[in-house]
């Protein structure tokens, strides 16, 4: 962590920069000094914001002001390699592929020259890295999906994604967290909420996290999705192994 | 339930000083524009200053009142009358059952702030009641009022302690051109030194895009070392973001919680007053100060607010 910036964001935000580029050992230093900050409790920080890049620190200048903030901050990033951090867990995420759920599954197999079969096969076999959260609430940008499934936008963006779509843009893929229209290749469906505003926890997946696809059949789907709207299921995750 | 909206004017919203803790999961903050007007309302009141209101943009709703409540209107003026009689601002006003608060039209400013002893009776969302449209939460069933809502008052007092105390000098005051100071970052250094010349030299017209998200300005373009487009971080309240076509925009309450454009500079957060006060057409330009100055100005803020809260709370 030698080349880390610290930049003005106004008067009660910083932005610790980590590097200026898209890889895991980048987001695995913000996860990690996140996990560092918040073991430190340094009062008047107010929340953290990881992206790509950066870890962007919200404080009250009340409490603490800006140079003695940034010499508690700067002195944690010395402490760093002192401090244990947990490996990050793998969210286990049910998807029905195909079908109603997944109405661009035959367009990706064959943009792809695979099977549907094969599609499936490919893209629930990755553990994707949870680059950060943004663009709408509990949208994840995920990083880590073959090339061999890549397929571009649709010409034309559906009015309405139903939330729990699971879909394919270029090289990358994701879930709509909430209903939004969209221009994603669609190729399953998850009956889990990722945003729920009215749960104790609103929304499920954390930047540093990994998520893993498994298919599910329909009838499955339908229990799932039971105890999603009965407020008992539990996401199984499993801690992703180290590297 | 104490209030009916008759009509609801272009964009009425609940806002409170926003929704803080799940910027990490992608939820914007929301929350007032005009921070600092929003307070003095509720101050008035005395109310928590983060108590509820509702935001009242450009073109003002109609509400008949059903339940006596003091109110504080504070903010634009936006030529609100009770009962037909202009209505006095920035001050605590007793509003009887059967009475209707009018607006009849922008005199200046863009947002006024509506306050009620005792807060509104609206749920809690991930800890804030501020309306966040596009994702249709918090507030008014997460959306701005339309004719035939009724809302409820949470701890009405229509009999508050010493009324003709609850006054202070109307404090925003409409400009020719606004002088906003800014702090420079976080990619000042995407710029060139002529690039940021030009941000601190031009005068800034704001356009007709102006929203609860963000305000885009015209003028001279600011010029990049290498275009506009970054690896996306954080985004905070007042960041001035400057695309590759080099027009900045200032960004507001509901703006997403990160982007990919370069950020030349945010503005301070003493100045968010003028921000939620801006309109097509006004002129603003750009100061720079040292986020030791911006820290001040932030904490003799809160003395004043501390110093209404005090002499309205002392027998």
Redesign the interface.
């Known amino acids: 962590m030698e080349n880390v910036r610290f930049l003005l964001t106004g008067d009660t935000s910083l932005s610790v920069e980590f590097g200026n580029a898209i890889n895991e050992a980048i987001n695995h230093d913000i996860r990690a000094y996140k996990i560092a900050l918040e073991n430190a409790a340094i009062p008047g920080i107010v929340e953290t914001v990881p992206t790509y890049r950066s870890l962007m620190v919200h404080y009250d200048p009340a409490v603490i002001r800006y140079s003695a903030l940034k010499e508690k901050l700067e002195a944690l990033l010395h402490e760093m390699g002192e401090i244990e951090i947990p490996p990050s867990p793998v969210l286990e995420i049910p998807v029905l592929y195909g079908g109603e759920m997944g109405p661009d599954l035959p367009f990706v197999a064959e943009h792809s020259g695979l099977s549907e079969e094969e599609v499936i096969r490919i893209h629930s076999s990755a553990e994707y890295l949870i680059y950060m959260l943004g663009f709408t609430p509990g949208f994840t940008y995920l990083g880590g999906m073959s090339a061999k499934i890549a397929t571009p936008r649709l010409k034309q963006p559906r009015v309405k994604i139903p939330a729990g779509s699971v879909g394919i843009a270029g090289t990358q893929t994701g879930i709509y967290p909430i209903d939004s229209p969209g221009g994603w290749q669609l190729i399953g469906r998850t009956p889990v909420k990722m945003y729920d505003p009215g749960r104790e926890t609103p929304i499920l997946p954390e930047a540093g996290q990994y998520m893993k696809f498994y298919p599910v059949t329909q009838e499955e789907y339908d229990a799932i999705l039971k105890e999603v709207e009965a407020g008992t299921y539990v996401l199984k995750t499993h801690a992703k192994e180290e590297v | 339930m104490s209030i009916r909206v008759l009509s609801p004017g272009v964009q009425t919203t609940v806002q409170d000083l926003g929704r ?9 903050v929301a929350g007032a524009m005009d921070p600092h007007s929003m307070k003095l309302a509720n101050l008035l009141l005395g109310n928590d200053p983060g108590e509820a209101v509702l935001e009242i943009t450009v073109m003002g709703p109609q509400l008949v009142f059903d339940e006596a409540n003091y109110v504080a209107l504070t903010g634009g003026d936006l030529n609100a009358v009770l009962d037909g009689k202009p209505m006095p601002r920035y001050q605590a006003v007793l509003v009887e059952p059967g009475q209707t608060i009018r607006f009849l039209g922008l005199k200046n400013g863009c947002r006024a702030y509506l306050a009620f002893a005792g807060g509104l009776d609206l749920p809690l ?2 800890g804030s009641r501020s309306t966040y449209m ?2 249709k ?1 918090g507030g008014y069933k997460g959306r701005k009022l339309e004719a035939g809502d009724e809302l409820a008052f949470r701890a009405p007092n229509p009999k508050l302690p010493f009324p003709e105390r609850r006054v202070i000098g109307p404090d925003f005051v409409p400009q020719k051109q606004y002088e906003i100071a800014v ?5 000042d250094d995407c710029f060139t030194e002529e690039g940021l010349n030009t941000f601190f030299r031009e005068v800034y017209t704001v356009t007709a895009d102006f929203d609860r998200m963000g305000c885009r300005l015209d003028g001279a373009v600011i010029e990049h070392k290498n275009g506009g487009d ?5 985004i ?4 001035v973001q400057v695309p590759s076509a080099g027009k900045p925009i200032i960004m507001a309450a509901d703006r ?4 990919g454009y370069t ?1 030349i500079a ?4 003493s100045d968010f007053r003028i921000l939620g006060q801006l309109k097509g057409g006004d002129k603003v330009h750009f100061v720079p100060v040292s ?2 100055y ?2 001040n100005a ?2 003799l803020d ?1 003395q004043y607010y501390k110093m209404i809260a005090d002499f309205l709370s002392c027998e």
């Not at chain 2, 702090?183 to 990619?187: F, S």
């Not at chain 2, 905070?236 to 960041?239: I, L, S």
């Not at chain 2, 945010?266 to 957060?269: F, K, L, R, T």
């Open positions: 803080f803790g799940y910027q990490q999961f992608g939820v914007p969302v991930m596009k994702a939460i702090i420079l970052g976080p990619q970054i690896i996306s971080d954080g905070a309240f007042g960041a997403q919680t990160t982007g950020k945010n503005v301070i957060s986020i030791e911006a820290q932030m904490m809160r």
